[in-house]
T-cell receptor
Framework: KNEVEQSPQNLTAQEGEFITINCSYS?????LHWLQQHPGGGIVSLFM???GKKKHGRLIATINIQEKHSSLHITASHPRDSAVYIC????????????FGRGTQLTVWP | DTAVSQTPKYLVTQMGNDKSIKCEQN?????MYWYKQDSKKFLKIMFS???????INETVPNRFSPKSPDKAHLNLHINSLELGDSAVYFC???????????FGPGTRLLVL
């Protein structure tokens, strides 16, 4: 079983819809990352958080350390948001070592 | 002004060959990483270097050998390539081991 589980695996939405992607982890962590992988293959870091909530534009990431759960929300989704969203955690025991979820493929239709 | 660059972008080669992938970052970061992304898009750490010292060496066949000539470069050499080595290899860097990681564009390796 992977240390990091994401749901759903695939998500289809209509433009303008509110999107939520969930991430649960089973180990102690020092930080959690949300990454975006574009259709062209490039990977971009969206957020790194260890508590609370962060917002960047239409993207919001939250984390609940006690429940070992994080969510990534996209408000007013747009076709350009179509990508794979990947959750990853730093376990803290080894510098920089990330453990990845299997990703959520998001497709937003116009 | 690319932050993390990799060469080549595509690599098609025969089984048994030896090949290298190069990575360079101009962000002044101390830590660099190699990741492998399989056909199901699952990412896994292979190696990490901090200030030219190997700090993560995942369970990877010893046909894979990383080399960090300086803090800005981390290369990956693969001997005796096998079909199962076909994947996308990503280089990344971070300021320390506890900061946001910046990824290169990936090298798509296909072993025939």
């Amino acid at each position: 079983k992977n240390e990091v589980e994401q749901s759903p695996q695939n998500l289809t939405a209509q433009e303008g819809e509110f999107i939520t992607i969930n991430c649960s982890y089973s180990v102690g962590i020092s930080a959690l990352h949300w990454l975006q992988q574009h259709p062209g293959g490039g990977i971009v870091s969206l957020f790194m958080l260890s508590s609370g909530k962060k917002k960047h534009g239409r993207l919001i990431a939250t984390i609940n350390i006690q429940e070992k759960h994080s969510s990534l929300h996209i408000t007013a989704s747009h076709p350009r948001d179509s990508a794979v969203y990947i959750c990853a955690v730093n376990r803290g025991s080894t510098l920089g070592r990330l453990y990845f979820g299997r990703g959520t493929q998001l497709t937003v239709w116009p | 002004d690319t932050a993390v660059s990799q060469t080549p972008k595509y690599l098609v080669t025969q089984m048994g060959n030896d090949k290298s992938i190069k990575c360079e970052q101009n962000l002044g970061h101390d830590t660099m990483y190699w990741y492998k992304q399989d056909s199901k898009k699952f990412l896994k750490i292979m190696f990490s270097y901090n200030n030219k010292e190997l700090i993560i060496n995942e369970t990877v066949p010893n046909r894979f050998s990383p080399k960090s000539p300086d803090k800005a470069h981390l290369n990956l050499h693969i001997n005796s390539l096998e079909l199962g080595d076909s994947a996308v290899y990503f280089c990344a860097s971070s300021a320390t081991g506890r900061e946001t990681q910046y990824f290169g564009p990936g090298t798509r390796l296909l072993v025939l």
